[in-house]
């Protein structure tokens, strides 16, 4: 195989050339975040929630070696269902589609991806950040530093309360990457609607959103990302207590595991949802669904925005 450039799925290519609302999504979460048969249904649900909202869903994965933007449904039903499908960075990208691969994209790579394909706005459920005991293991996600160099609005629900979310705020600033919370001045920490640190800026509205990407645009000053942390309803979260309780047993057995690198993440998830009986996947599903909605609503207005100029 030669030919490594982008594909397109047909609907996306054909909004992408009309200049209509497109919301980038990652594969991770399929192959990787949730378990088997849920990750594929929630994956139609995803999808379903940015049309319902106005736009068109663009899932990014690759497909034996191939670079897809907009997976079609078999397509992203291989991605659920097969075993061996690599989790992609940016730095995998290349080597992934030289030797075949199928693979999963994470924030980083669907972000990069994204932007590369001209797509100014990515729904997830949470980014990666700094993980805890970084100051010993340097353990920190590719996330954060594609964001300070990628020109893409991500709706999440802040960093995975996992990760030292302090830190990873910390290095967001220095890395330049814009933070605004969505009609909140508290960031929120992914199964928990407050991650207990402030906020500089809060925006109120899609078209708030959009008047921000436009002004990045305009300006043609900075090149880095935009996150819009999305807060769940503090009725829609995850019990704190048992949050607490599950995080610091997870914590535990990492050590006892030995598990470092890429593999804590999922590692952890898994643990949440076993041990707090599926109520995890519960908050998981209404996070990334609430946050597709969100974004869809930012890229339709974004596009009315570019009409309009």
Not at 196 to 209: H, I, R
Not at 256 to 279: C, E, I, M, N, W
């Amino acid at each position: 195989m030669t030919n490594f450039h982008i594909r397109y799925g047909a609907e996306v290519a054909e909004a992408l050339r009309a200049g209509h609302p497109v919301v980038a999504l990652e594969s991770t979460i399929v192959s990787h975040g949730l378990p088997r048969p849920d990750n594929l249904h929630v994956a139609r649900q995803i999808e379903r929630a940015v049309r319902d909202a106005g736009a068109v869903p663009a899932t990014i994965g690759m497909v034996g070696g191939r670079l897809v933007v907009g997976l079609d449904d078999a397509e992203l039903t291989r991605l659920a269902t097969v075993d061996g499908v690599a989790k992609l960075s940016v730095r995998d990208l290349a080597v992934a589609a030289a030797t075949g691969a199928d693979g999963a994209t994470t924030v980083a790579a669907t972000s990069a991806v994204a932007a590369a394909a001209g797509i100014g706005v990515f729904a997830t459920g949470g980014l990666g950040g700094v993980h805890r005991e970084a100051a010993q293991t340097f353990d920190e996600s590719a996330d954060l530093m594609t964001l300070a160099r990628t020109p893409i609005a991500v709706v999440c629900a802040g960093v995975k309360s996992i990760l030292d979310v302090g830190a990873t705020l910390e290095r967001l600033e220095t890395l330049g990457v814009g933070v605004v919370g969505y009609r909140t001045r508290r960031f929120p920490g992914f199964y928990l609607t407050d991650a207990g640190f402030d906020l500089d800026w809060s925006v109120d509205s899609p078209e708030q959103v959009a008047d921000v990407l436009v002004a990045r645009e305009q300006h043609g000053v900075h090149r880095g990302g935009l996150i819009v942390a999305h807060p769940l309803p503090v009725d829609e979260q995850l019990d704190p207590a048992l949050h607490d309780r599950t995080l610091t047993e997870g914590l535990a057995l990492l050590e006892r595991d030995g598990v470092t690198g890429k593999a804590v993440t999922p590692y952890l998830l898994a643990h949440f949802h076993s041990a707090t009986q599926g109520a995890s996947l519960a908050v998981n599903v209404r996070i990334i669904l609430r946050n597709a909605d969100l974004a869809a609503r930012i890229a339709v207005a974004a596009a009315a925005r570019r009409a309009a100029a």
